[in-house]
């Protein structure tokens, strides 16, 4: 097998029996059925490998289309995701008014600059005032917008203004803390630094002591 990246100690061999050893190019459709489930992306992925000097031909390499389309649709499968359809049925009568605290939500994005992935928590407060969501429903809410080609900041923003908007309540505040690949891997490459954006709306805003509650409660999860 033609390849530049031929290693001696390779001897592990996975390729199914009907693909040809020597085949000097991309296996047809015919020889690797799964390549048919690659779309316009996929293909594209094929070209930046060769346009990195890799060659999408090597056996390690066949199917990377296909899963970096398959992943890359799933990481930005957000801009497809509806709220009104995530949060019917799971709004309910409130039955008292006090703070409502979702912390430590584990969540992963793209930083549109760079296309890296950022990640990192999100802590969610809301003041209800007729209405509650089910709890299990704002992980998916931040996911919605996480998945998605994003800066840290709007993300923040947009679980923020949902909220406010599906339960119109008397305040919502969102406190995120990620850390950036784009900033880790490449450029200042500091691993440890963490960035914190924060949105406080309505009583959030308006109120220090409400605000001041919150960020009491959140503290101990703060890097
Ligand atoms: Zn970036």
């Known amino acids: 097998m ?43 992925y094929e070209r930046i490998l060769e346009q990195l000097g890799e060659d999408p031909a090597r056996e390690g390499l066949l199917r990377t289309p ?12 957000g801009y497809s995701d509806n709220i009104e359809q995530l ?3 799971a709004l309910f009568a409130a039955e008292n008014d006090d703070m409502v605290v979702v912390k430590d939500i584990e969540y992963y994005s793209l930083c549109e600059h760079h296309m890296l992935p ?4 999100v802590h969610v407060a809301y003041l209800p005032d007729k209405k ?48 950036h690949f784009c900033m880790m891997m490449r450029g200042v490459e500091k691993q440890c630094s963490s960035t914190i954006t924060s949105a406080m709306l309505g009583e959030f805003r308006r109120n220090k002591a409400t605000k001041d509650e919150f960020l009491a409660l959140i503290r101990p999860s703060l890097r």
């Open 66 to 77: 296909y899963r970096a389309e398959k992943a890359m649709r799933f990481l930005t499968s």
């Open 132 to 179: 509650i969501i089910g709890l299990s429903k704002i992980p998916r809410i931040v996911d919605v917008f996480a998945r998605r080609l994003q800066v840290q900041e709007r993300v923040t923003q947009q679980i923020a203004d949902t909220l406010m908007e599906v339960l119109e309540p008397r305040g919502v505040a969102v406190v995120s803390e990620a850390q």
């Open 2 to 44: 033609k390849s530049s990246n031929k290693s001696a100690l390779k001897v592990v061999n996975t390729k199914t029996p009907e693909s040809k050893p020597g085949a000097s190019k991309y296996v047809t459709g015919a020889q690797d059925s799964k390549k048919d489930e690659r779309g316009p992306v996929g293909d594209m």
């Open 118 to 121: 950022f990640f990192g928590r």
């Open 87 to 89: 949060v019917n049925g």
